[in-house]
């Protein structure tokens, strides 16, 4: 680390200490040439988790729009809050995992298969989004869809 009075390489570190609930560390140090003293912090760098949208373009992963939307789709419905945190966290691992990014198609799949498991109304709203129905007759065929078989079967009856 280079001292920011003389910039020397050489220097020792005084004291450290973990912060922000142990994700940085904090590193007191103290330069052997003019024995000034400073403090610099470690931080994991991390790969950011991306998504690929359907027009190709690759935005930042972000867990608010994606929390906001399954919120919007289960409002009113006997869904835990604490539920779809884990759900977020969830689909932001399978994100990270994938090397080049995940798509808004796989994302979207798997919001409906979680609901599909648990609450066929919040499925529908969700879906009624996602596959952008039109009309009354996409709510119905999507129903049946539903009723017929595992909703993630059904990615190809988007409209």
């Known amino acids: 680390m280079r001292c920011p009075v003389c910039a020397a390489i050489d220097d020792k570190v005084v004291d450290s200490r973990l912060s ?8 007191r140090r103290q330069c052997l040439a003019c024995a000034h003293r400073f403090t610099t912090f470690e931080r994991l760098d991390t790969q950011p988790v991306v998504v690929v949208k359907r027009s190709g373009e690759i935005v930042p992963f972000d867990t608010v729009k994606v ?7 289960t409002k009113g419905r006997p869904i835990d809050d604490a539920d779809i945190d884990h759900l977020v966290e969830t689909l932001e ?3 990270r995992s ?8 796989q994302l979207g799949l798997g ?3 979680w ?5 066929p109304v919040a499925y529908l709203r ?3 989004v996602y596959k952008g129905f039109d009309d009354p007759d996409d709510f119905q065929r999507e129903a049946r869809l539903f ?3 595992s909703p993630s079967d059904h990615s190809d009856a988007e409209t």
């Open 67 to 73: 929390a906001a939307g399954i919120h919007a789709a």
């Open 111 to 113: 919001v409906l298969e």
């Open 20 to 27: 922000d609930d142990g994700r940085v560390t904090r590193r």
């Open 115 to 119: 609901l599909a498991e648990r609450d």
């Open 126 to 128: 969700f879906a009624s």
């Open 98 to 105: 994938c090397p080049t990014g995940i798509t808004t198609e």
């Open 93 to 95: 691992e399978q994100a």
């Open 147 to 149: 009723k017929t078989g």
